[in-house]
């Protein structure tokens, strides 16, 4: 099944671009997922399980790096326009 994801970092810091940053290159760096990055938030595109491997590693390793910080995530599952 096909989803697609919309997720945004929020580090609760005053030096929160690095962090956004790094974890957009470590999410590009997944094979089978398409990314998207605007100002506001970054897509996600792929398989489920490929996109939820991906997530979960990621926001692990961000949550161990960042003392403090806030993912907000939606996900739509067989998405229509891609």
Known sequence: MKVAVDI?????DANYLPPIKDVIARLNDHEGIETWTNAMSTQLF??????????HKEIGTTFESLPKAVFTIRILNNPVTH
């Open 46 to 55: 792929g398989e489920y399980d490929a996109v939820m491997r991906a997530l």
């Open 8 to 12: 945004s970092l929020y580090p609760l």
